[in-house]
């Protein structure tokens, strides 16, 4: 086993693109890594793409980056791999798309072709060490960012997450696509994504509100789909009364139009496919059934965007 040492030379000379002064992505990474250790939202040798890790590499990016290199994350937590310490583990089907480095630079397609990255074991024994952590990061700060190093704090929690979630379950659809259209970085877009695709299942209490389909794990996996009634490309509209879940094979039915929603909440199922009536899969032994809705009024998805539905996609 290498000791931390070993590792203390790799953080000091990690691969960096030399221009202006040398890109600071990777260390920003890294020390986006180490607090989301310490602040107990990474937990074991698996490193998700998740909002919490973005935002907090966008509050280091903006504390400890005087240079103006762009703010990137796809770039380092794909081209870390360089480094020796660092693997991508490719979801199923993309394990050859994970190798073509240019279709790497967009966060959405890193997301589609990567599950999640881990350290070699050792690396991530040291990061749950807290001296052995402290010293790691007193080598990224000192190394790449001495000028700026007294900004960093690790005792932090980017609330921006809350007021993200707080818009999705609040804000007047109107207001938060004029909100959005603002919006500069991918990033930003990413993590207002993923933050919808994570809350809508919490508020329907992780179950699909037609089947009633209820998986509960406690891996980063996921049996249910937060599903847009309207087309997000279209309106840029990620608030609850927007969204409600379904189960994959529903969630395709309902975007297909195989299926709509009344506007007292029933199920419709379409006459114009055929299907195997005698699976329990079979999808119109759900017609008329009243969906599961969320506990408060307030976030029962908007009739209108069920007519909208219906009219526009539903098979008549």
């Not at 798309?97 to 589609?112: E, H, P, T, Y």
Request: proline residues 4%; positive net charge.
């Amino acid at each position: 086993m290498r000791k931390i040492q070993y590792y203390i030379t790799k953080f000091q000379k990690l691969r960096r693109d030399p221009k202006k002064g040398g890109a600071p992505h990777k260390p920003i990474l890294l020390l986006s890594i180490i607090e989301q250790v310490e602040q107990g939202f990474i937990t074991e040798n698996k490193i998700f793409i998740t909002p919490e890790l973005i935002e907090s590499f966008k509050n280091n990016w903006s504390d400890l980056v005087t240079t103006d290199h762009d703010l990137r994350f796809a770039l380092p937590f794909y081209h870390l791999k360089g480094d020796g310490f660092w693997k991508l583990i490719p979801n199923k089907g993309y394990e050859e798309a994970i190798k073509l480095k240019g279709s790497m630079r967009s966060l959405r397609n890193l997301d589609l072709a990567v599950e999640y990255a881990h350290f070699v074991s050792e690396l991530f024994t040291f990061l749950i060490q807290e001296e052995k952590r402290e010293a790691l990061k007193a080598i990224l700060l000192d190394t790449y960012f001495p000028t700026t190093k007294w900004k960093y704090s690790n005792n932090r929690y980017p609330n921006s997450i809350e007021n993200i979630e707080d818009e999705i379950l609040e804000e007047n659809p109107i207001n938060y696509q004029t909100k959005y259209k603002l919006l500069q970085l991918e990033e930003d877009k990413f993590t207002r994504s993923a933050v919808f695709k994570r809350l809508v299942p919490k508020v329907y209490k992780y179950t699909c509100c037609i089947s009633e389909l209820q998986v509960s794990s406690i891996s980063n996996i996921s049996m249910i789909d937060a599903c847009h009634i309207r087309q997000f490309s279209e309106t840029q509209d990620d608030t609850i009364k927007n969204g409600f879940v379904l189960c994959p094979n529903l969630h395709r039915a309902f975007d297909r139009g195989l299926i709509a929603i009344s506007d007292d909440y029933k199920v419709l199922v379409s006459n114009k496919f055929e299907e195997n009536n005698k699976s329990i899969y079979n999808i119109k032994q759900f017609e008329g059934k009243k969906i599961l809705l969320p506990h408060e009024r307030k976030y029962y998805p908007a009739i209108e965007n069920f007519r909208w539905h219906r009219k526009e996609k539903y098979l008549k």
